[in-house]
């Protein structure tokens, strides 16, 4: 097998890796560019050894299988690694949603001790109508 051939070969297995995620978030967990992805994933640059250290570390990607297309590509444990990993931008996601509502919660409590009401006793009046 040629260089080339192996490069296009190790750059399709980097897409497969990737999976989901977009080239700027992949290449913020493996810390490289999103133009260093999509170079490498274009074979225009060959994937160094240090990305590939690094997706094994972060992915739990076998390096076997990145390099040379044998193996499995993770075993079980770290395949729900990778689910949990992709996961976090939706976590992240409802621990904003969940902080803005805690803010507004606040908010509105402030506002009602300016006015020198209590949210309880507003309840309790609204519960008179």
Same mark, same amino acid.
């Given at each position: %097998?040629?260089?080339?051939s192996q490069s296009q070969q190790i750059s399709s +297995?980097?897409?497969l890796?990737?999976?989901?995620?977009?080239q700027d978030e992949f290449g913020k967990l493996?810390?490289? /560019? +999103?133009?260093?992805?999509?170079t %490498?994933? $274009? *074979?225009e640059?060959?994937? *160094?050894?240090?990305?590939?250290? /690094?997706?094994?570390? $972060?992915?739990?990607?076998?390096l076997t299988w990145l390099l040379l297309g044998e193996g499995p590509i993770y /075993?079980?444990?770290?395949?729900?690694l990778l689910n949990l990993v992709r996961r976090v931008p939706d976590v992240l996601s409802l621990i904003k949603k969940a902080i803005a509502g805690q803010e507004a919660i606040c908010e509105l409590a402030v506002m009602s001790q300016e006015s020198g009401t209590s949210i309880r006793s507003q309840h309790k009046s609204a519960q008179h109508y």
């Open positions: %097998m040629n260089k080339n +297995r980097l897409r890796v990737r999976d989901k995620l977009d493996i810390g490289i /560019t +999103r133009r260093q992805v999509s %490498m994933e $274009r *074979s640059v060959a994937v *160094s050894i240090d990305v590939c250290i /690094t997706i094994y570390q $972060r992915f739990g990607v076998s /075993t079980k444990d770290e395949h729900e």
